[in-house]
């Protein structure tokens, strides 16, 4: 109940174009849903994030999208760029626990 | 703000020796810290759960007497991994919480154990 479950795996993007990561949980108590971008031989780094009582969320090119009752939230990326190529992380929690359970991680590849 | 520092950045051991980690946050105070385990192409794995003052709460199948964990002040986390061996080899990532939910994480330690 505890698991967040991430896909695809990997993905290559041409650039310009819509990178799409899936992310869906089961847990009904979790209420923060975080994205991170990962870096090779760097630590995470907070992108996006949101609670669910909204279904959208949008900074920049970067928007999440969150169906409540579908347990799924997705993690949009337009007009991919290849500095976006990085390993990208889904995470949910839920207020008071602070522990973070993450996906199992989409590796993009935005390519020229 | 919210800028979570790691020292050492890499380190090299040889097995059986013991290494410090050191987790900062340099512009917040943080009760709780986390320290997580990374291995290469995958997720990250929380070890630890630091809290300011008083014992670290270790994860299932994390040894406490291994990985000893010291939550000293508002600013500093450090993990020490004692004995080290070559299947301690990995990718150690901390974090600190700012703001409510938001986990904040520092650059990485790699550990390499000959």
């Known amino acids: 109940q505890q698991q967040v479950k991430q896909s695809p795996q990997s993905l290559i993007v041409q650039k310009g174009g819509i990178s799409i990561i899936n992310c869906a949980y089961e847990?009904?108590?979790?209420?923060?849903f975080p994205w991170y971008q990962q870096f090779p031989g760097k630590g995470p780094a907070l992108l996006i994030a949101?609670?669910?009582?909204?279904s959208e969320k949008k900074e920049g090119r970067f928007t999440i999208s969150f169906n409540k009752s579908a347990k799924q939230f997705s993690l949009h990326i337009m007009d991919s760029q290849p500095g976006d190529s990085a390993t990208y992380f889904c995470?949910?929690?839920?207020?008071?626990?602070?522990?973070?359970?993450f996906g199992t991680g989409t590796r993009l590849t935005i390519i020229p | 703000g919210a800028v979570v520092s790691q020292h050492p950045s890499w380190v090299i051991c040889k097995s059986g020796t013991s290494v410090k980690i050191e987790c900062r946050s340099l512009?917040?105070?943080?009760?709780?810290m986390f320290w997580y385990r990374q291995f290469p192409k995958q997720s990250l794995m929380l070890m630890a759960t630091?809290?300011?003052?008083?014992?670290?709460?270790?994860e299932q199948g994390v040894e406490k007497d291994k990985f000893l964990i010291n939550h000293a002040s508002l600013t500093l986390s450090t993990l020490t991994v004692t004995s080290a061996h070559p299947e301690d080899s990995s990718f150690y990532i901390c974090?600190?919480?700012?703001?409510?939910?938001?986990?904040?994480f520092g650059p990485g330690t790699r550990l390499t154990v000959l």
């Open positions: 512009d917040f105070q943080a009760t709780t």
């Open positions: 949101i609670r669910p009582d909204v």
């Open positions: 995470a949910a929690t839920n207020f008071g626990n602070e522990k973070l359970t």
């Open positions: 630091s809290n300011e003052g008083s014992k670290a709460t270790y």
């Open positions: 847990n009904t108590a979790f209420d923060y």
């Open positions: 974090s600190a919480i700012h703001g409510g939910n938001e986990q904040f």
